[in-house]
């Protein structure tokens, strides 16, 4: 391979299957550390927060300039609705995510049952609830109200650290949408689990029993309506960037 060829090769841009694998590898880097870091401690608030928070911050570093580092299906539908991401690539992000996180659900399932101890139908596999499912027994309305309205702030929040006028670095901006999903998980972890995300819910939900798989409506619902809603709201709040169409790749989030 000559120097020029190579060189080429370094620089082309990534083609949609570079595009979805990282965003399978990233939201399953973001549902096994996530997910994983509740059923390892416990349900720890300070671990399972941070775990979800620095996975995002360090998988948006990682392949952000690939795919944007989405890793969560309400981040693309709210970043499609904004301009940032052609709408032509959202339903194959999306079912990449999906992809992603089903892959970490399955993985959690087999290391878990490395335990002797653990049993899925009793101890779950992290799956996010609501009602009489749930450790506090927390209302519907308020699970779905909760739920869109933390990812209608997520969605601003990864919209504005993202925007053209804005100017923060490619490593403030992972930080900044990392240090925002933690502020979630510990604002909303004992009354639903947290997910913002429907790829996390449906990850474990899958293999944790027909009790999880029935709440899952929900937990897919209420994140996309409070994306459509970010999504559809930034630029009449915020203004919006010069350019109609952002690249994809300045779009990274959970």
């Not at 990534?14 to 990282?22: D, E, F, S, V, Y």
């Not at 671990?47 to 300039?65: D, W």
């Not at 998980?185 to 819910?201: E, I, L, Q, W, Y």
């Not at 559809?232 to 779009?251: D, H, K, S």
């Amino acid at each position: 391979m000559t120097s020029e060829t190579g060189t080429d090769t370094i620089n082309a841009q990534p083609t949609i299957g570079h595009k979805i694998a990282a965003e399978v590898v990233g939201t399953f880097v973001l549902v096994f550390f996530g997910v994983g870091a509740a059923l390892m401690s416990g349900g720890d608030y300070v671990a399972t927060g941070l775990s979800f928070g620095i996975s995002v911050l360090v998988m948006a570093a990682a392949v952000g300039r690939i795919s944007g580092g989405h890793f969560n299906p309400a981040v693309t539908l709210g970043a499609s609705l904004d301009g940032r991401l052609p709408w032509a690539l959202a339903p194959l992000y999306m079912l990449s995510q999906v992809v992603g996180g089903v892959l970490a659900g399955s993985t959690l399932l087999f290391v878990m049952n490395g335990f002797p101890t653990f049993d899925v139908a009793e101890t779950g596999l992290g799956q996010n609830s609501f009602g009489d499912l749930s450790a506090n027994d927390f209302g519907t309305a308020q699970a779905f109200f909760l739920e869109a309205l933390l990812t209608m702030l997520f969605i601003w929040v990864i919209l504005a650290v993202t925007d053209k006028r804005n100017g923060v670095n490619s490593i403030l901006a992972p930080l900044a949408i990392g240090l925002a999903l933690a502020m979630i998980h510990f604002a909303s972890m004992s009354a639903t689990g947290t997910s913002v995300n429907p790829a996390r819910s449906i990850g474990p939900a899958l293999f944790a029993g027909a009790d999880a798989i029935s709440q899952l409506w929900l937990f897919i619902l209420a994140p996309l309506v409070g994306a459509a809603v970010g999504g559809l709201t930034y630029r009449f709040i915020f203004g919006r960037e010069p350019a109609a169409v952002t690249p994809v790749e300045r779009v990274s989030g959970a």
